[in-house]
C-alpha cells in the first residue's frame, strides 16, 4: 500500500517514475523512512506519523519548522535538508504527509561507541546553530509539565497493560522530576535562538568523521541553555544509562567553543535533565492505545520502560551530574594553556640543564624536533607544566610507509593531581587537531595500560597491531632502549 501512495506521490511531484521495490530503512521511533530510486536519482522519503499529523497545530509548526531549516542550511550548517517541491517542503497526499529527501550516504553511530571527538563536534555544531539567530527576550512565565501521572497508573492498571507495575512503582519519581523540571524552566536565562532539542545520537549521520544533522522537524526557537544541558547528557551516555564524564565535558568545550552566553551555572537547571518525561507520556498513550496499529503499541512499550529507566538513573546519579556540571563550568574558567614548546624547553622541563648531560633519548627526541620531523606540547594552568605530548613525523614503518601521513605519539603525561578532569582528552584533541592542519592523515599511539587504552579507544583510536613494540627510538641505531617485554598495542586514528 505505502509503494503505491509513494508511486502516486512522485509522480504528481514530477519527480520521475519509481523503480521497485521501495526500501523501508530501519531507525526512529516517530516516523518512517524509506530509500525511494528513479531513474535518475535516490530519495530518502519520510512517512510521517499520522497520529502526530492529526494534531491541530501539526502541518503549521512543521511548516515554521521547514523555514529554520532552510534558515540553517543557509547558513552552512552541516543538516540534510529537504526538497522543496512546489514551494513547500511538506507534501501532502490523500491525507498523508511526506517529505522528501536527497538520498546521503551515511551510519548512525551505535551508542556504546560514541567517541570524544563526536562529543565534541556535536556540541560545537549545536553552538553554531545557536549562534544564527539568537536574541534576548523579556522572560516570562514558562510552560509547565502538568501530567497526571497518578491517572495514568490507574488507567493503565485497568487495561491490565504490561506499564501498569511500572508506572505504579514510578509514581513518586515521576511526580518529582516533574516538580524539578518546572522549577529549572522558571529558572532559565531570557534567552532565545533556533534550538534543536532533538539533535540526539540517533539524529546525526555521520559519513566517516563529517557529521550532518538529520530530521529536523522539532526546529523551533527556544532557550539555548536548555538545549545544551540536555544533549550534553544524551551524547555522553544519559540514554544508554552510561554517563562518561569526559564526553560530557567534551560536548561543552566543543559548545562554548561555538557559543558562549555566558551562562554557566548549569549544575542550578539540572532538572531539564528530564525532559524526558515528555517523551514518556507520549509513549504512555501510546502504550495505551492512542496509535496507529498494534507495531507502534508495542513500541510505545518498549519506551516506556527505557525512558522510566533512563530517569531513575538521573535521579540515581545527580549528585554526581551536578558536580561535574561544576567542574566544567569552572575549567572554563581556568588560566589554562596548551601550546608548541622547544627543544630547549622539553629538556629543562625533563630535569637538564643542556643537551650534553641528557639522556640517549632526550638527546635523540631534541634532535626530531630540530629537523622538523617532530612536535612537542606542553599544557600548563596557572603558569605550571601539568602535561605534556610528543610526537615523531613521517614514520617509516612498514605498516604505514605511505610518506609523511603518519605521526607516533609519546610521552603523553598529565600530572596526577589534574587527573579526571577531562584535560587529556583536551590536550589530545588539540595535538591531533594540530596534526590534521599540518596535512597528517593518521596519528598511532602504542599502549600497554587499560586505563589508558579505554580513554584512546574512546576518542575513535582503534586497534591495527597486537603484540608489537614500536618504538621511534629503535630508529636510531646508536641506541638500545629498553623493551617492555609484555609488548604494546598499537592503536590507530585516522585525522
Not at 393 to 409: H, P, R, S, V, W
Amino acid at each position: 500500500m505505502i509503494e503505491d501512495v509513494i508511486q502516486n506521490l512522485f509522480q504528481q511531484k514530477g519527480l520521475g517514475t519509481v523503480v521497485l521495490p521501495i526500501v523501508p530503512v530501519p531507525g526512529g521511533f516517530l516516523h518512517r523512512m524509506y530509500r525511494v530510486e528513479t531513474a535518475e536519482k535516490t530519495y530518502a522519503v519520510k512517512h510521517l506519523n499520522p497520529d502526530i499529523m492529526r494534531r491541530p497545530d501539526a502541518v503549521r509548526n512543521m511548516k515554521g519548522a521547514d523555514a529554520l531549516e532552510q534558515v540553517l542550511f543557509d547558513a552552512g550548517i552541516p543538516v540534510v535538508a529537504s526538497i522543496a517541491v512546489g514551494g513547500s517542503k511538506l507534501q501532502e497526499l490523500d491525507g498523508a504527509y511526506f517529505y522528501i529527501f536527497p538520498w546521503r550516504n551515511g551510519a548512525i553511530t551505535d551508542p556504546d561507541h560514541i567517541t570524544i571527538g563526536q562529543c565534541r563536534t556535536v556540541g560545537s555544531i549545536l553552538g553554531r546553530i545557536h549562534t544564527v539567530a539568537t536574541r534576548t527576550v523579556q522572560k516570562s512565565a514558562p510552560e509547565r509539565s502538568a501530567v497526571d501521572w497518578a491517572g495514568y497508573a490507574v488507567l493503565a492498571e485497568a487495561q491490565n497493560s504490561k506499564i501498569a507495575a511500572i508506572l505504579k512503582d514510578s509514581e513518586a519519581l515521576l511526580s518529582h522530576a516533574q516538580d524539578a523540571l518546572n522549577e529549572a524552566r522558571a529558572a532559565l536565562p531570557g534567552i532565545e535562538c533556533i534550538t534543536d532539542e532533538d539533535m540526539d545520537p540517533k539524529n546525526v549521520m555521520w559519513d566517516g568523521e563529517r557529521p550532518f544533522v538529520i530530521d529536523l522537524e522539532c526546529l523551533e526557537y527556544g532557550n539555548p541553555v536548555s538545549g545544551a544541558l540536555q544533549l550534553s547528557l544524551q551524547w555522553a551516555g544519559a540514554a544508554t544509562c552510561d554517563l562518561d564524564f569526559e564526553k560530557l565535558e567534551a560536548f561543552f568545550d566543543g559548545y562554548l567553543d561555538a557559543y558562549d552566553n555566558g551562562f554557566r551555572a548549569y549544575d542550578t537547571v539540572f532538572g531539564l535533565a528530564y525532559t524526558w518525561l515528555e517523551w514518556l507520556a507520549y509513549n504512555v498513550r501510546r502504550a495505551l492505545g492512542v496509535c496507529a496499529d498494534d507495531a507502534e503499541r508495542e513500541m510505545g512499550i518498549a519506551e516506556v520502560k527505557n525512558t522510566v529507566a533512563r530517569i531513575h538513573y538521573l535521579s540515581e546519579n545527580e549528585a554526581r551530574i551536578k558536580r561535574r556540571l561544576r567542574l566544567a563550568e569552572q575549567r572554563r574558567e581556568e588560566d589554562l594553556l596548551i601550546r608548541e614548546a622547544t627543544g630547549e624547553e622539553m629538556l629543562r622541563l625533563w630535569g637538564y640543564t643542556n643537551a650534553e648531560e641528557a639522556s640517549p633519548t632526550a638527546r635523540f627526541f631534541c634532535r626530531n624536533l630540530a629537523d622538523g620531523n617532530a612536535v612537542f606540547w606542553t599544557v600548563e594552568h596557572d603558569g605550571a607544566l601539568i602535561g605534556e605530548l610528543y610526537a615523531f613525523l613521517d614514520l617509516e614503518d612498514k605498516d604505514f610507509a605511505d610518506g609523511k601521513t603518519t605521526a607516533y605519539l609519546c610521552a603523553f603525561r598529565i600530572r596526577k593531581d589534574f587527573r579526571g578532569q577531562g584535560l587529556g582528552s583536551r590536550l589530545m584533541e588539540t595535538v591531533l587537531n594540530d596534526l590534521r592542519s599540518r596535512g597528517l592523515r593518521r596519528a598511532t599511539i602504542g599502549v600497554s595500560d587499560a586505563r589508558n587504552e579505554r580513554l584512546y579507544r574512546r576518542m575513535g583510536f582503534t586497534e591495527t597491531i597486537k603484540d608489537c613494540y614500536l618504538d621511534p627510538c629503535a630508529r636510531d641505531e646508536t641506541m638500545q632502549p629498553e623493551r617492555d617485554d609484555a609488548g604494546y598495542l598499537l592503536l590507530a586514528k585516522q585525522l
